[in-house]
């Protein structure tokens, strides 16, 4: 394996929904419904399919999407972006991610990271040949330390790169802490990339685009997908929304990574994108009531459990249970409960800073969730 991937293992979702199956554990783990996509998406994209929509799409996206794209974000942010120059239709947040960084990104600049940090970010950095810079977000509210920030910044950095709402930990950055961003990229002359597939999943406090704050639009790259909201994670359909000077590095990379994307689920994915606001409001509701059995269960189950705003993730720390880390943690958990959780200590620079925490979601149907929890009370 090349040397820029020889630190990396298989994914640790991988790794937890393989063992989930072989033992035949609850999987808490990795974040996908056990619940379908709803069907007037599904029937979109089968009537797409019937129509011959089966060729290549264009590059950066069927016009379709592009302009369902451009409209979604302006209602969610209110700014006007236009389809055409700004919007790029990825395979997934993930591609998105990736070239960014491949597109935006020069061996050796240094990007800057919020540790917990989703896995890919590390190893597409490591592909682009940044240096990377890492902040650490503490329990219990995991906030962004600002004086850290501004010391990690210098000359050197390229880009910021941000999640909110955030995976692992369901923080949500709240208006002081992405001032404080802006104003250190404002100043410094740097990129923000902000991942935001979690937007539709904002609970206890309202989402904020980063771009939409002044002056950041012109130095931001927002990406999202339309997994997570539509609860259809394998359709792999993503986006990357910058102005044009920064959309152009991103589509450079994206023409020689995958050229272009699934063209009958974009179509459906356009579709998907134009359902009322109640549809969001419904999932809400839902993954309230799912979160709520999930957080009641892990606290009567002993754990100390970390407030989560967003996402369907929650983080909790293990320690009660006397085991030596995060990682021996969900072994015992898997073999002996038959649960799986994910140790967070991957999505750290330094996995010690993650040896106290692990993640479970609650992406699943109430009684899945319930059967966990009642696993977890009788043997842990
Ligand atoms: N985003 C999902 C999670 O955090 C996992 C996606 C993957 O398996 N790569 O659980």
Redesign the pocket.
């Known amino acids: 394996v090349a040397k820029r991937l020889e630190k990396f293992k298989t ?1 640790i ?2 790794q937890m929904s393989m063992l989930a199956i072989k033992h035949g554990a609850i999987n808490l ?4 419904p056990n619940f379908d996509g709803p069907e007037f998406v599904k029937e979109a994209a089968i009537r797409a399919i019937r129509e011959g929509k089966n060729q290549y799409a264009r590059g950066y996206g069927v016009p379709d999407l592009n302009s369902a794209v451009a409209a979604r974000f302006s209602k969610d942010t209110g700014l006007v972006v236009d389809p055409e120059k700004e919007v790029t239709v990825t395979s997934g947040c ?1 591609e998105a991610i990736v070239a960014t960084m491949l597109g935006l990104i020069n061996p050796g600049d240094e990007v800057i990271v919020f540790a917990p940090f ?1 896995d ?1 970010y590390e190893a597409s950095l490591s592909m682009a040949g940044a240096t990377i810079k890492s902040i650490t977000l503490r329990p219990p509210n995991f906030s962004v330390p600002i004086n850290e920030l501004k010391a990690a910044v210098s000359e050197n950095t390229r880009a910021i790169l941000m999640n909110t709402p955030h ?2 930990t369901g923080k949500m950055f709240n208006v002081e802490e992405l001032n404080a961003i802006a104003s250190l990229c404002i100043e410094n002359d740097v990129l923000v990339f902000s991942d935001e597939v979690y937007d539709k999943l904002a609970f206890e406090a309202n989402h904020i685009s980063i771009a939409s704050l002044p002056g950041m639009y012109e130095r931001t790259v927002t990406m999202n997908s339309l997994g997570k909201t539509f609860s259809l ?1 394998g359709w792999k359909i993503g986006w990357a929304i910058a102005p044009p000077h920064l959309t152009w590095g991103v589509r450079q990379a994206h023409s020689f990574i995958t050229f272009a994307t699934s063209t009958p689920m974009q179509w459906a994915a356009a579709e998907a994108l134009r359902t009322p606001d109640s549809y969001y409001e419904e999932l809400k509701r839902d993954y309230m009531a799912k979160k709520a059995i999930l957080v009641e269960g892990l606290n009567a189950v002993g754990f100390t459990v970390y407030p989560s705003s967003g996402t369907y993730f929650v983080v909790v720390d293990h320690t009660p249970f006397g085991l030596e880390n995060d990682v021996a943690f969900c072994e015992y958990l898997i073999k002996e409960v038959g649960v799986v959780a ?1 140790p967070t200590s991957v999505f750290y620079l330094n996995p010690e800073d993650g040896k106290n925490l692990v993640r479970f ?1 609650f992406c699943k149907d109430e009684k899945t969730l319930r059967d966990a929890v009642a696993l977890m009370k009788e043997r842990l």
Do not use: K, R
């Open positions: 994914t979702f991988t783990g990795q974040g996908f993930t989703y890919s995976n692992p994670t994910i979601t």
